[in-house]
C-alpha cells in the first residue's frame, strides 16, 4: 500500500538528515562519552519521558540494566515513571509538574546522568525535572524534535531530531538510544 510505503521513506528521510548532520553526530558521541565517564565514577543514568517518550526511557533503561548485545554486569540506569503509586500520589498531591523533579531530588547526585525525552522539548515536568539535574550538576542530555522547544535553553546536550512529526522524532529517538548504549556497552565490557 502506498502509505506504507509513504510513511518508512519519511521514517528513513529524518534518519539520513541525522547521518547528514555532523553536529548532532558529535553531539550523540558526546552524549555517549559523558555516560560512560558517568557509570566510571560509581553513577547512574536517570530517564523520564510522557507517553511514547515514557516508553522510550523505559526502553533504554532496561538495555542499559539488562544488556544490549552481550552478556555483560549490568548498570543502573531506571525510568522515573515506572512506580505507579509514586506517580500518582505525587501527581495528586503536588502537580504532575513535580512528578520527576522530585524523584531527581530524591535520587540525583552530581556526576549521574538524566536524559529527559520530550518530543516537543516543552513538557513542564520533563523541564522542571532538568531543571532540578541541573542545580544537583547532573548531566542533563534532553532528547527533542528539530525545534528543541524550551530544553534547548537548559540541557547540557541537545540531541534534537530534524523533524516535526512526532512518530519519525520517536523513532529517531529510539534508534539513538540504541546507539548510545551499543557504544556504552563496548567500552564499559570490551569483548577480547
Not at 119 to 147: W, Y
Request: charged share 25%.
Amino acid at each position: 500500500m502506498h502509505i506504507i510505503r509513504e510513511k518508512l521513506m519519511d521514517s528513513v528521510s529524518v534518519k539520513n538528515k541525522i547521518i547528514g548532520s555532523d553536529e548532532l553526530i558529535e553531539k550523540i558521541r558526546t552524549a555517549s562519552e559523558k555516560i560512560i565517564d558517568c557509570y566510571r565514577n560509581g553513577g547512574k543514568v536517570l530517564l523520564c519521558g510522557n507517553g511514547g517518550s515514557a516508553a522510550d526511557a523505559q526502553h533504554i533503561a532496561a538495555e542499559f540494566s539488562g544488556r544490549f548485545y552481550y552478556d555483560r554486569p549490568p548498570l543502573y540506569s531506571e525510568a522515573l515513571h515506572v512506580n505507579s503509586s509514586y506517580l500518582t500520589a505525587v501527581a495528586n498531591d503536588y502537580s504532575f509538574d513535580e512528578v520527576y523533579a522530585r524523584l531527581i531530588r530524591a535520587m540525583g547526585k552530581a556526576g549521574d546522568v538524566l536524559i529527559g525525552i520530550s518530543t516537543s522539548g516543552n513538557s513542564p515536568n520533563i523541564l522542571k525535572a532538568i531543571e532540578e539535574a541541573n542545580k544537583l550538576k547532573m548531566i542533563t542530555i534532553g532528547m527533542t524534535g528539530e525545534s528543541g522547544g524550551k530544553l534547548k535553553d537548559i540541557c547540557g546536550i541537545l540531541l534534537n531530531i530534524p523533524s516535526s512529526d512526532t512518530p519519525r522524532i520517536q523513532e529517531a529517538h529510539i534508534t539513538i538510544g540504541h546507539i548510545i548504549c551499543e557504544i556504552v556497552e563496548k567500552e564499559l565490557f570490551p569483548k577480547s
